[in-house]
């Protein structure tokens, strides 16, 4: 990920890392990035305190996510829609599983086909 590394400013790499952590592993951009743990940034070699520089331009943040889509493949949910739709019926009639299953299966089936969500 040289492109996160590119970044100018300590607050601009730790909020670039964070949001594309939280795609990552939550599977959507969040609005409210919060407070960033302090291992988050001793990872980056950063100050955390310089996260609340990151999100003082909502502009920077959308371009990220705009970046991190972009270099990452994701798409909006919106246009993974139908794919997801099609994911969840072929599941429901092919594995056996019950509603449970198939009602909490969906976020893996939309990070399997490269869709993220602004939570």
Not at 89 to 94: A, E, F, H, L, Y
């Amino acid at each position: 990920m040289i492109w996160v590394g590119r970044r100018r400013g300590d607050h601009n790499r730790l909020g670039i890392a964070v949001q594309l952590a939280t795609v990552r592993f939550v599977g959507a951009f969040l609005a409210d990035l919060g407070d960033v743990p302090g291992e988050v940034a001793g990872q980056l070699d950063v100050v955390a305190a310089s996260m609340a520089t990151y999100t003082q331009r909502e502009k920077a943040c959308l371009e990220d996510q705009w970046e991190i889509a972009r270099e990452v493949g994701y798409r909006d949910f919106a246009e993974a829609e139908a794919e997801l739709a099609v994911w969840v019926d072929d599941r429901v009639w092919t594995t056996g599983e019950g509603p449970v299953a198939v009602l909490t299966a969906p976020s893996a089936g939309c990070v399997s086909a490269g869709c993220c969500c602004r939570a």
